[in-house]
């Protein structure tokens, strides 16, 4: 910061422009490295708690802010580090909602007609110690989203849509079908560029894709860092089903 250092030249008008566009311009890189307008949510975590994944360095907070319902839970040490060492962090706690129909999380981000790429991720890992695996059904305001299963307690699923906002506010909720309490480790959203999508999807829709797959870690799959809008990219492979 030894740019800043005023010197008598600073006085002058010019001199306080120069330095007001300097100040903008690290605010912005500032900004630019610290994900702006993304909001990373590790849900289950302890209250006020933030943190930066060590191996994506996206920046997690817990959830308090977001939702009021709900309870915090951790996955059963079966399925924790260290028994489990490549476990995502995020993954290690969640919050289930035993109570209500419908539990949403309230996310304030962009505008009418912003687009986001919106990402839940789940692991059941026994967290409620019943060895039964729920399925439930997740929406984006009123627009059903996917349901949620798991094939065992310690598949990573994580969902990924991209939605329009019908205002700013956009909520993402947890519905029980009667098959099982609902839960959620993590939820991600990423403001993207409405121009990147227009021209392959038009702007009228407001679900405009979505995917359900089946990830191995959330390492080297090209997020954050490699790309802008930290989506995570996979390759098409229409035997595996998983579009
Ligand atoms: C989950 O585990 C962490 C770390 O061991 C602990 O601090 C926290 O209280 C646990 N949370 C719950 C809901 O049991
Ligand atoms: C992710 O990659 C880093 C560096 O390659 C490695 O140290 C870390 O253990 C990996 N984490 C997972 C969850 O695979
Ligand atoms: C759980 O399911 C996933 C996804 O099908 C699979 O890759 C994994 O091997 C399974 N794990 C166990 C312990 O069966």
Request: proline residues 5%; hydrophobic residues 35%.
């Amino acid at each position: 910061m030894a740019h800043l250092i005023l010197d008598p030249v600073m006085t002058n008008s010019t001199g306080f422009i120069l330095l007001l566009v300097f100040l903008f311009g690290v605010t912005i890189l500032v900004h630019a490295q610290q994900q702006t307008g993304f909001i990373s949510i590790d849900c289950g975590g302890p209250e006020n708690f933030e943190y930066t994944d060590e191996d994506t360095k996206i920046k997690y907070v817990t959830d308090g802010s977001y939702i009021q319902t709900g309870v915090n839970k951790n996955i059963s040490s079966d399925y924790a580090y260290p028994k489990n060492p490549n476990l995502p962090y995020p993954l290690s706690d969640l919050r289930s909602f035993p109570h209500g129909n419908r539990n949403c999380y309230r996310l304030i981000a962009g505008t009418k007609g912003s687009l986001h790429l919106i990402r839940a991720s789940f692991l059941y890992g026994n967290y409620d110690g019943e060895n039964k695996l729920p399925e439930f059904d997740l929406y984006v305001g009123v627009n059903f989203w996917s349901s949620v299963k798991f094939k065992n307690a310690s598949e990573q699923v994580a969902l990924e849509t991209i939605s329009m906002a019908t205002s700013e506010e956009t909520n993402v909720c947890l519905v029980n079908k009667g098959k099982g309490i609902p839960f959620i480790s993590a939820l991600e959203l990423r403001p993207i560029d409405n121009s990147i999508y227009k021209t392959e999807f038009g702007d009228s829709a407001s679900l405009l894709l979505f995917k359900r797959w089946d990830i191995g870690s959330f390492n080297g799959s090209g997020r954050y860092q490699d790309d802008v809008y930290d989506r995570i990219w996979f390759p098409l492979n229409p035997l595996h089903g998983n579009l």
